[in-house]
């Protein structure tokens, strides 16, 4: 019994090693990839970073050095010459149909055959078809999986659901977690933890041997985001992304272990860099681990709530990352169970309830009654108003005394025309007003039918599947995010312009459909 509650949270060495050990596109280009990047001979900086190269990184690292190009059109005329452009979804319509239709389609241009061999490239190759977002997004991307397969569910592709989810457990056993997406710079850090949920999904269509299959890939992630609970002391508070609070409960954070810019968005962090204003030198970490939140970029994370140079994610215990751990530990807890691992059941819902108090306690302000993030520097909430307060309700984490004021708070201060609003800061950034994204609407919506909610769940659902509706009309596409305060505007903000395709939008519109417009 000992040993089996001290290993539980040890994630073992040669899974670390496996990560640290695989080049990276700045490691393999060197002095060629700097000068792409810092020069944007390729316009957005993921563009040569998913390239496939025609010839071994010595042949073109040679050619590189005897032709010298120095500019940007002499930099990209080299890069067009030695590596092939990565592909992107077309999604052109080829003639007017319904929505509906249009994405029932739609999954087969965004389908992603098994990758059988290893390219020269960046893609990390997964033994079974994929889902992918669209757009620049190439690859598969860990937390808009879950919101893809609630549509894939509707569309009864319950087959690329696991698909997906076979993938992500070959994810787990090579590297010991889910990376961000199949892309080896993308190995130091991951996303949103849904993997549970994912499985809890598939769960629901076939039954609990779904859990026996998983289990072992449950836990290992799960270990993984809790790797360094063990050294927490009165001392040292933090260990990557566990935090031990005042009450000495555990906590997590968002974190990435490379200290350096990130080589899809390299210009751009070398630029924030160079005007952050922490005396930390944690630019890149608190950079790298606002990507791992999915919320990239965000108020929620800037000292100053306007500024990204005033970043600090890594002082900032995120509700909602919280609130899916401890989802996470629920359904390990009934994994267990269903397998008759009444020891593993027991430790893991014991694990859910101190997370669920701990939640209660530091991310519930009781002035001003809702959710939020919680700075463990400043020892206080943030008290940042953003839609990531609903993910309580979502996880049932919240009781019903919390689920009525946050009920109040999301109809009065974040029901826009198009739904609901992601923060309510108009900061230039893409995860705040007026942007308003399909997973927070889908979240959202579950939390507060979670808890009897009727009237704003529909209102939410119908406001959001009108915009995605009226832009479809305008425009034949289905976008990642929409502009809610004003429909008539297009979203904005962040690093690239507005992507379409759209995985995660795709399947939350189905969703919606399913529960609100089907029945009528």
Same mark, same amino acid.
Do not use: C
């Given at each position: 019994m000992k040993h089996f509650f001290a290993s539980i949270f040890f994630l073992p060495l040669c899974l670390l090693a496996i990560a640290q050990t695989t080049s990276t596109p700045d490691n393999v280009w060197g002095k060629l990839f700097e000068e792409v990047q810092l020069k944007s001979a390729m316009g957005d900086n993921k563009t040569f970073v998913d390239m496939v190269p025609h010839h071994t990184p010595s042949v073109i690292l040679q050619k590189y050095n005897q032709q010298k190009p120095a500019d940007s059109a002499s930099l990209r005329a080299f890069v067009m010459e030695n590596f092939y452009l990565p592909p992107t979804p077309d999604i052109t319509l080829k003639e007017a149909v319904s929505l509906n239709n249009h994405l029932e389609s739609l999954w087969e241009v965004l389908l992603r055959k098994s990758d059988e061999k290893k390219q020269a490239g960046s893609l990390l190759?997964?033994?079974?078809?994929?889902?992918?977002? %669209?757009?620049?997004? /190439?690859?598969?991307?860990?937390?808009?999986?879950?919101?893809?397969?609630?549509? !894939?569910?509707?569309?009864?592709?319950?087959?690329?659901?696991?698909?997906?989810?076979?993938?992500?457990?070959?994810?787990?056993?090579?590297?010991?977690?889910?990376?961000?997406?199949? +892309?080896?710079?993308?190995? $130091?850090?991951?996303?949103?933890?849904?993997? @549970?949920?994912?499985?809890?999904?598939?769960?629901?269509?076939k039954g609990e041997t779904v859990y026996q299959k998983y289990f072992s890939a449950m836990e290992k992630e799960y270990k993984w985001w809790m790797n360094g609970r063990d050294k927490l002391n009165s001392r040292e508070t933090s260990?990557? /992304?566990?935090? +031990?609070?005042?009450?000495?409960?555990?906590?997590?954070?968002?974190?990435?272990?490379?200290?350096?810019?990130?080589?899809?968005?390299?210009?751009?962090?070398?630029?924030?860099? *160079?005007?952050?204003?922490?005396?930390?030198?944690?630019?890149?970490?608190?950079?790298? @681990? %606002? @990507?791992?939140?999915?919320?990239?970029?965000?108020?929620?994370?800037?000292?100053?709530?306007?500024?990204?140079?005033?970043?600090?994610?890594?002082?900032?215990?995120?509700?909602?990352?919280?609130? !899916?751990?401890?989802?996470?530990?629920?359904? !390990?807890?009934?994994?267990?169970?269903? $397998?008759?691992n009444t020891v593993k059941s027991n430790f893991y819902k014991e694990q859910a309830d101190k997370r669920q108090k701990a939640v209660l306690k530091y991310c519930w302000n009781a002035d001003l009654k809702f959710f939020f993030d919680y700075d463990f520097v400043e020892r206080a909430t943030t008290n940042k108003w953003s839609a990531a307060g609903a993910m309580p309700l979502f996880t049932m984490l919240a009781t019903h005394h919390h689920a009525m004021f946050a009920e109040q708070q999301l109809r009065e201060k974040f029901l826009k025309p198009g739904g609901i609003v992601t923060t309510l800061y108009n900061t230039g950034q893409q995860w705040?007003?007026?942007?308003?994204?399909?997973?927070?609407?889908?979240?959202?919506?579950?939390? !507060?039918?979670?808890? %009897?909610?009727?009237?704003?769940?529909?209102?939410?659902?119908?406001?959001?599947? +009108?915009?995605?509706?009226?832009?479809? *009309?305008?425009?034949?596409?289905?976008?990642?995010?929409?502009?809610?305060?004003?429909?008539?505007?297009?979203?904005?903000?962040?690093?690239?312009?507005?992507?379409?395709?759209?995985?995660?939008?795709?399947?939350?519109?189905?969703?919606?459909?399913?529960?609100?417009?089907q029945q009528l």
């Open positions: 190759p997964l033994p079974k078809s994929y889902i992918v977002p %669209g757009g620049r997004f /190439r690859e598969i991307y860990y937390w808009d999986s879950y919101f893809t397969m609630l549509g !894939l569910v509707e569309s009864k592709r319950e087959d690329l659901v696991e698909n997906m989810l076979d993938n992500f457990k070959w994810l787990i056993d090579t590297y010991g977690h889910i990376p961000n997406g199949n +892309r080896t710079y993308y190995l $130091s850090r991951s996303q949103p933890p849904y993997f @549970a949920l994912m499985v809890d999904l598939l769960q629901e269509q260990d990557r /992304r566990v935090v +031990r609070m005042p009450d000495g409960s555990v906590l997590n954070r968002y974190w990435d272990d490379k200290k350096a810019p990130r080589e899809e968005s390299y210009r751009e962090d070398i630029h924030t860099a *160079k005007e952050y204003t922490g005396k930390d030198g944690m630019a890149y970490t608190n950079l790298r @681990a %606002g @990507a791992e939140s999915g919320w990239d970029f965000s108020s929620r994370w800037f000292a100053d709530t306007l500024h990204i140079n005033t970043i600090e994610t890594v002082n900032i215990i995120p509700v909602d990352l919280n609130s !899916l751990l401890f989802s996470y530990e629920t359904i !390990l807890s009934k994994a267990a169970s269903a $397998s008759g705040d007003a007026p942007n308003g994204w399909p997973p927070l609407q889908w979240i959202a919506v579950k939390g !507060l039918m979670n808890y %009897g909610y009727n009237e704003l769940p529909k209102t939410i659902a119908e406001r959001w599947m +009108r915009i995605n509706e009226d832009v479809y *009309k305008r425009t034949g596409k289905m976008m990642e995010k929409y502009n809610v305060e004003n429909i008539q505007l297009e979203s904005g903000g962040g690093e690239y312009p507005t992507q379409d395709g759209f995985g995660w939008t795709n399947g939350v519109y189905l969703k919606f459909y399913h529960l609100f417009k």
